[in-house]
């Protein structure tokens, strides 16, 4: 399902400031895996997250997902294999969309999209039926912008958003640090 071979990440080579962030790192995980990563501060983490999602490139080694090397592959690319959830609320959604309109860019993560209708009816009342389970009251709010909503209501729907494609791999960075 997951497979990360010999990677190595070093921001800054070269440089006073060089940090070996990741060393010969080797993990597989396989389906329904649920892995807890810990260490402290600059540990690698986040970096190791970031490496999977193709937000920085690897120095060295592979990352295979569900079978196909995706170590060369953009961001926007993994998209299909993944959902993701960061510490911070605000980076899971766009501010100045409206909820339903976040949770239709969610629904169509890693596909193509024409010009055509953002929303239909069909999908409202499915978004409202995914909302309503979260009982925070947001299933009556699918037109307000996502910036209106406190830092645990946005990260619950950045959850939920994560989700709704099913993803082979959820990433999660310290996700219910802004919920109560």
Known sequence: MLEIKNVYKTFNPGTINEK???????LTLNNGDFVTVIGGNGAGKSTMLNMIAGVYPVDSGSIIIDGEDVTRLPEHKRAKYLGRVFQDPMMGT????WIEENMAL???RGQRRGLKWA???SEREDFKKMLSELDLGLEDRLSAKVGLLSGG???????LMAVMKKPKLLLLDEHTAALD
């Open 153 to 159: 209501q946005r990260q619950a729907l950045t959850l």
């Open 119 to 121: 929303i239909n009816k």
């Open 20 to 26: 070996k962030a990741l060393n010969g790192l080797d």
């Open 106 to 108: 969610a629904s169509r």
């Open 94 to 97: 766009a501010a100045d969309m």
